[in-house]
Structure formats: C-alpha cells, structure tokens
C-alpha cells in the first residue's frame, strides 16, 4: 500500500530539516576548530577559503535537500527508504563540491582529514538523526490517536489485506470505519467520514458519491493476485502505468552503489587475504587429497546466462561433483569439510564478484541440473535471475539452507524475491553480517 501523508506532518518536517542542518553546521564548524583553531585570527587566506568553502556546502545541501526530498517523511515510512535518500544526497553532495573545487583549483588549501572527519561526523549523526525521528513520529500518531476515518466500496480481496495492514500500522493514520460492497446512498455516509477508497469497478458512480459530498476518494486496485510484494505507479503522459515488482537494482544510482561495494570488497579480499590464504590452502589440500587446488562448475546466473563458478575444492578428485553434497557425504575430505563448515572454500568466488558474474549478496547460483528441475515445479522462480547471483543470500542468512525439498526451496525463492524487491545497501550490510555471526533475527 502507498504510504499517505497525515495531517500535522509539514511542521514535523521543517523542524526536521533545520535540526538536520543544525548537525551539518556544527559538524563543519566543531572540526575546522578542532583542526586548525581560530583560523581568522591565525590564517585568514585559509579562513576565507574555508568561508568560501562552508557557504557552498551549505547551499548545496540546501538545494539537493529539497530535490531529493530528504526531509519529506511519510507517516510510516520504512526508514530504509528515508536513509537511501539520505546516502543519495549526501553522495551527489560531496561529489558535486569536489567537482567546484577541482575546477577552481582550490583543493590545496583543503584538509583531507578535515573533510573525511566533517562526512564522516554528519553521515553517523545524521542517520541516528533519522531513526530517533521516524521513531518519535510514529509514536506521536500512535499515541495522539488521529487517524483518518474511511469508508471502502466494493468488493476484492484488497479490502482485507488493506484491514489486517492498517491494523497492523496504525501510524499510517488511518481506519476503516465501515466496508460497502456496493455504492451507498448519500444517507448511509455520515459526514465522520473523511474519505472514500474503492475498486475500480466502482470508480465511476464513487466519484459522483464523493464529489456530492465533497470528500477525497481513492482507487485501491485489486493486485494481490499478481502475487507481487511491490507494485509502482508511473505514467507516460497522462496515462497511468503500474509496475510489477519494481526492482530497486533497476535504478542506476542503486544499481552503482551496490557494484562499487562489490568491486571494493572484493579487490580488498583478493589482495589482502586470499593473497597470503590460498597458498596456504593449496598446500593443506595437497597433502590431504590429490588433485587441484580450486574446483570450478557451470551455474546459472544473470537472466539465466551460464557462468564458471570458483571454489577451493572440498572432495576428492573423480568424485561426481555435480551432485549437491549432503551432511555425511564421502566424497567430501577432511579438510573439506572443515572449508565447508567454516565457508573458507567459498573465497575464491570474489574473483566471479571482481569480474561481475556474481554479487556479495543475492540469490544463490544453482547447478544446472537443479536449475532446470526448480523451473519446471516453481512457477516465479526465473525472477530470481533479474540480479547478479551472490556468494550469500536472505535464504542463507535465514539458515533456508540444506535440503532440496520443494517446500523449503520455495522459501528460498520467496526470500530471494523479496530481497529483489526490497534491495538496500542497509539489507546487504544486515544479510552480510547476519552470514557472518550466524545472526538469524537481524533479517
């Protein structure tokens, strides 16, 4: 469901906006303090580039601000959605004064660490900022009991996933006060009603009904039988179009903060551990079991493109490796299961992330055998293609893992699906880090 403005919310968001600027100021003036002291009295060419300097950030996030509508919070707003705008803007942000003082020539009179320690400061400050406010706002319309009182007309099985999800969020602020399934007389509404929401079958004799008694109506379409979690609403003209599971990764700016991350991580794993930790590996699998080092198979990847997946081998040589190893399986060596365990044999796949066939989060990629067998007896799966595949994925970190029961591999595509349509760089860091610890109920 849309999220929809409540009453009282503009106020709430112009304080938020100066208290927001309040940490931008003071982040910058607290650190050209600590770093460089009174620089009027003590540099003032210094001083009045960084005067120069602290005028053009603070127009720029003024202006970002209102175009990237960082301060505009919805009453219930997932805060994953609030911090993206937040990290777009102050990315664009940060580039866009770099770019002003390459081209100027200024950057010699600027101190690295002061800058790091200035973004470093209002990105921590400013996300806490932004959970302690949604969480205050959504307490404040919990407790001042404001909600919105609606009327529905029509019938769909929208009605009952709209109660259950209202009921479930009454910080959206608003309340079902009667259901019709079919158009009611003027009398039947009493003026407590604040608005009409109908099917679309509906739509025509509702919106006289509304115009008469000069209330707000809205459209809820039945889509629940898409079986998507996620829906969109755009346009071309004046013709409304709405999309289908709009994947975030679909985006450029997510779909670059997401492959930076991968390009990042993975040259840093490359240099700095598998450099010194694969020969090291290598020797231990000599001497437990003949054969090579790594161990590489056909998996399905993006759209369903074929890819050469890497890892250190974990059985012995000859064995037949395109069958999924269970729990207590011979083929495996002792030093095997010992990588497996500790997932140590699954490094060599930063090389498949270096290259761009894989990502450090998405659905797991599957042997071409299970591939085809899931595509005949799962009737979404193939949306699990529409991103890179990745070394851990929500099903893992959900511990979704082990068998290849129908039942449980749909629990891992619907996990995939919904990472899909609900990717962040917070989700990835969450799944990430729930891998890592074992922490099942982070995500």
Sequence with gaps: MGLMESRGIRSSEFSFFLVDGAILVCSFLLWANVLFGNLSVNNPLYYDQYLVLFILVFVLW????????????????????????FYKMVFIHISTIALV???????????????????????????????????????????????????????????????????????????????????????????????IWVSPDEMLSASRLADELGIRLRLVPDLGVLLANRTRLTSFGNIPIVDIRPEPLSFFFSAFIKRSFDVFISIFGLLFILSWLTPIIGILI???SKGPIFYSQTRVGTAGNNFRIWKFRTMYKGSEEDIQAASKDNRVTFLGKILRKTH??????????????????????????????????????????????????????????????????SQRIRADIYYIENWSFILDLKIIGATLLGKRKWI
């Design 62 to 85: 003024v202006s970002f601000s209102l175009v990237f509508n960082v301060h505009k919070l919805k009453v219930g707003v997932e805060i994953r959605s609030v911090l993206s705008r």
């Design 101 to 195: 003082v390459f081209i100027l020539k200024t950057s010699i009179y600027y101190s690295r660490i002061f800058l790091f320690l200035f973004v470093l400061f209002y990105l921590c400050f400013g996300t806490i900022l932004r959970f302690l406010w949604i969480y205050g706002l959504r307490k404040y319309y919990l407790n001042k009991n404001s909600s919105k009182l609606i009327v529905t007309i029509g019938t769909g099985s929208q009605w009952e996933r709209l109660s259950i999800e209202l009921n479930r969020h009454p910080e959206y602020g608003y309340k079902i006060g009667k259901r019709f399934d079919i158009l009611p007389s003027v009398e039947e509404l009493s003026s407590k009603y604040e608005e």
């Design 286 to 288: 000599g001497i437990n």
């Design 344 to 409: 140590l044999d699954e490094l060599p796949q930063l090389w498949n992330v270096f290259i761009g066939k894989m990502s450090l989060v998405g659905p797991r990629p599957h042997m071409l055998a299970d591939h085809s067998e899931y595509t005949k007896a799962i009737s979404n799966y193939g949306i699990r293609h529409w991103v890179r595949p990745g070394m851990t994925g929500l099903a893992q970190a959900r511990g979704l893992i082990g068998s290849k029961d129908l039942e449980l591999m």
